[in-house]
Structures are given as C-alpha cells and as structure tokens.
C-alpha cells in the first residue's frame, strides 16, 4: 500500500514543476516582446508614435518573432502531462535546504507575480522550526518549557528561515541556550509588498495570541523580535496596522531588535529606479526598462522603506518619485534596538552612508533622517555600530550576538535609558 504523505509530496513537486514551466514560458515569451520592441524601433520603417503594446517587427523578422512565442508557449503546454513522471527523477538532485533558497530567491524577485497567478510557487506565511510548520500544541508546548519566552527570527529579502543559521551559528538557537526563549522562525514570500507581509503577520501574532489562551498554557506571553533587513520593515509594518486595529498582541510585544533594517531606503533598489528613469530617455533603451520592471513589490518598497499601504497604493511602483511615504514612529510601550555596520574596516562618509554594509547605509539601519518627522528614536544605549561587518554577516557575527543576548538580557521596558 502506498503512503498517502508521500503521494501528497510527489503531488506538490508536480505542482511546483509545472509551476517553474509556465514561469520560464512566460519569461522567455516576455524576452522575446522586448528584443522585438527594440528591433521595431531600430528599423527604420517603424513608427516611433507607435505604442509599446503595438510595437512588433514586420516582414520576415515579425514571422520569425511571432514564432518563438507560438513554440514557446506549445512547448510549455506540452511539457504538463509528463511533469508528474519527472518530478520524483528531478527532486533527487536537490536537497531540502537548496530548494528552499531557490524558492526564496524565486519569491524575492517575483513572488507578487506568484500570488497573483495562484502559483503552487508562492510561499505562504508560516511560523516554522528547522523548516517545518509549528501546529499550535507544539507551540504551546516548547513556551510552557520556556515560561512563555518567545523570540520570533524574522529574515530578509529574497532568504528563508533556515538560513539563520550562517557558520554553524544561528542566533535563534543561541538564544534558546543562553537566555531560555523559545525560538521560532517566519518564514515569508518576500516579494510581496510590505504593508501585505505586515498585515499578514499582524493577523498570524493575534491568532496565536488566541491559540496559547485556548492551550491554557498558563503563562503570560512575553514576545521578542529579531529581524533582519526587510523583516524590520515587516515588523514595524504589522506594529503599526495592529495598533491601529486593535489587536492584543501589541500589549505582549516586549524587545525588537533590528539588524541592517533599511529603515529610510536601500541604494540598490534606488539606483534600479534610477536606471528605470535613464533606459526611459531614449526610444531605442525604452523597451529594455521591462527588464528592470521585473522586480517585485517588495523589492520596489526598499527604495525608501515603504511601510504602509498608502506610501505605494494608487502610485506606479517603477516611477521615478521622490519618498513620499507617511512617517511611522516607534511605539513607546516596546524597547527598540538596532545594529548597523559597515563592510569596511575604515570609518569614512563613503563607507558609511554609501556603501554601509553592502546594502544599508549606516544612517537608514539606525532610523535617521533629515526630516525630524521620519528620524527614528533610538536610545544610545540602544544602537550599535559595527565596523567590517557585511550584510549577510550580521546572521553570524558573534559581536552582533553578544550585543543581541545583552540587549535581550536586560529585559527591559524602559525605551530611553
């Protein structure tokens, strides 16, 4: 007889590999508009009034053109029936962990496109540990082990929740050995707009205040927070719409600690905004703005650190515009800490505001801004600046840890010490 679980995976991964086709389809399909549009406009026949969605090469070379996509697409529906034989073969050559990161980066760049394809590829919100989903009465079970200690490890962009651990480390593990919590993981489709993320989590922290009241677990939950790069805008996010909803969770919220947070932008996605605005000058560069267009929502909500539907609903995300974001304080009634480092050992305004650790400059990560409104207000004795320390590295720093613990022991509500 054979085992229902393992019927229900093969299922999945048939699922994921048609999934992957009908992306790949469509992606070469897309090319093929672009490198059409450009050779329409080269040619010296086209008309340049002509729109983008209008713009296809004639004669021989639109023959040629419309072919590929007419392959592209039968090749794709062709492949289908045999992707259920396939899968088993082709889930062999990849391990749980190295699917999980393609997934992730997948997710990253095009997980909004996912979602709205209702794509098998579209990673759901999940609390999970060691990659697998946390039922409530296993939850209910490890909080009652840690006198209901919770700290919630929340990544970034592009990455997935086993990736804490970096060099045999992982934070959330260290904290469970060292101070007693209990750590468990989010794991999140990243490409999705902030707000979205948040308003998700926001939902996902009341329902489990709901779970661990109905566990009678008899403890008070007590709920920390580290986050690492997009996952500190997710948070601040879901802060935010929960307070403003009214949600219970918010009273249980006691530590955020925020590693690299862009709080005020990320340069990588603006200077992609930038190349958005240059391609767009010439006729002959204007098609190759959809390559750049392919990013996704929350890629696009790091070029100021959108939080809030109304920083980007009803506004073209690829449109060259200055931050126009409505500016969110820090709740008083949590203590709030944040890490910033530069990847250079050398203390310098280019290492620091420009290149800061590969990705966030130093000013963002501690929240400051020119605008009083937008300046994030941290405690001295709550930030703290590292120097050579990179991006990715800020999961496995053991500086960065031992700033983590102390901060997580102090285990206080005072926000201005």
Known sequence: MSDPSKNDQSLNKASQLQSTNHLIVEAIVNMTNIVESMHHRLSPISKRTESPQTERAR??????YKSIRSLTELVGKSLDAPLGIMSELLSQNSTFSSKDRLLSALNGVLGDHLVKRNSSLAIPMALRKQGIQLAPNRLAKSLQQSNGKLVIMIHGLCMNDLQWK??????GKALETDLGY?????????GLHISENGKLFAHMLEQLISDMDLANIGLPLDISIVAHSMGGLVTRSALQQANIIGHQWPDRMKNIVFLGTPHHG????????WMDLLLGVHAYTSPLKGLLRIRSAGITDLRHGNLIESDWHQRSRF?????????VALPENVNFYTVATTASAKTNN????????????IDSALGKHQTKAFTLDFA??????????NHMQLLSNPEVYTVIKNWLVKNSYSSNE
Do not use: C, M
């Open 166 to 171: 970096q060099k045999e480390h992982d934070h």
């Open 182 to 190: 209990t750590a468990v993981y989010l794991h999140y489709n990243t």
């Open 380 to 389: 001295k004795s709550h930030q703290w600046i590292g120097r050579d320390i």
């Open 350 to 361: 280019i290492n620091e505001q420009l290149v800061g650790d590969g990705l966030v400059p």
């Open 266 to 273: 990320a340069p990588l996605e603006k200077a992609g905004n």
């Open 59 to 64: 004669g021989l070379a639109g023959l040629v």
């Open 319 to 327: 449109d060259f515009s200055k931050d126009k974001r409505t500016p």
